[in-house]
């Protein structure tokens, strides 16, 4: 199985700071590695897919990159709205696997 | 617009059964892929398992291998999920997510969950 860490587990940011939040995957999933933000109680969201493709309808300060076994996610202009937790996903490889997560809250 | 409703959760005796079922709207249910997500209370999301969109391929997690199985009825845009031998660590929030058409794994649309809880 691929493996899928995060980091920070936890970040604390001011409204239009730039945060970065990076995964790294255990083996390469060939760019099949997506961003999901979950808002408390809610259900997640796809912000991002295969690595660097920002989903129909998602603002373009959310943005991907990454290659081989390194990602990063940026939001390049924190909102307020944007307090959520953050999850990678490997979907190149079975069994399909998430990133522990990223908690961001505004400071 | 894309609509998912998950049911079929509620509280289940270790050793137990459970179906959940997943009603979808919005688009031609028969040319996607689905797959079931879950979320621990308090814990991150773990995909469970995946189908195509004829039926005819399904993937599990090896936590659930042998004892979950999906399918689907393209006649009545439902999913579903069969467990059995239920444990306390299949406590959790069970999300239905539209995939891709033709191909399981990037979960573009989500249902609201139900929970299931196992517990004597």
């Known amino acids: 199985d691929i493996q899928m860490t995060q980091s920070p587990s936890s970040l604390s940011a001011s409204v239009g700071d730039r945060v970065t939040i990076t995964c790294q995957a255990s083996?390469?999933?060939?760019?099949?590695l997506n961003w999901y933000q979950q808002k408390p109680g809610k259900a997640p969201e796809l912000l991002i897919y295969?690595?660097?493709h920002l989903e129909t309808g998602v603002p373009s300060r959310f943005s991907g990159s990454g290659s081989g076994t390194d990602f990063t996610f940026t939001i390049s202009s924190l909102q307020p709205e944007d307090i959520a937790t953050y999850y990678c996903q490997q979907y190149g490889n079975l069994p399909f696997t998430f990133g522990p997560g990223t908690k961001v809250n505004i400071k | 617009e894309v609509q998912l409703l998950e049911s079929g959760g509620g509280l289940v005796h270790p050793g137990g059964s459970q179906r959940l079922s997943c009603a979808a709207s919005?688009?031609?249910?028969?040319?996607?892929?689905m797959s079931w997500v879950r979320q621990a209370p308090g814990k991150g999301l773990e995909w469970v398992s995946g189908?195509?969109?004829?039926?005819?391929?399904?993937y599990y997690a090896d936590s659930v291998k042998g004892r979950f199985t999906i399918s689907r009825d393209n006649s009545r845009n439902t999913l579903y999920l069969q467990m059995i031998s239920l444990r306390a660590e299949d406590t959790a929030l069970y999300y239905c997510?539209?995939?891709?058409?033709?191909?399981?794994?990037?979960?573009?649309?989500w249902g609201q969950g139900t929970l299931l809880i196992v517990s004597s």
């Open positions: 083996q390469d999933p060939n760019n099949y």
């Open positions: 997510a539209k995939d891709q058409m033709f191909s399981v794994g990037l979960h573009r649309n």
């Open positions: 919005g688009f031609t249910f028969s040319t996607f892929a």
């Open positions: 189908i195509s969109n004829s039926g005819g391929n399904t």
């Open positions: 295969d690595a660097s």
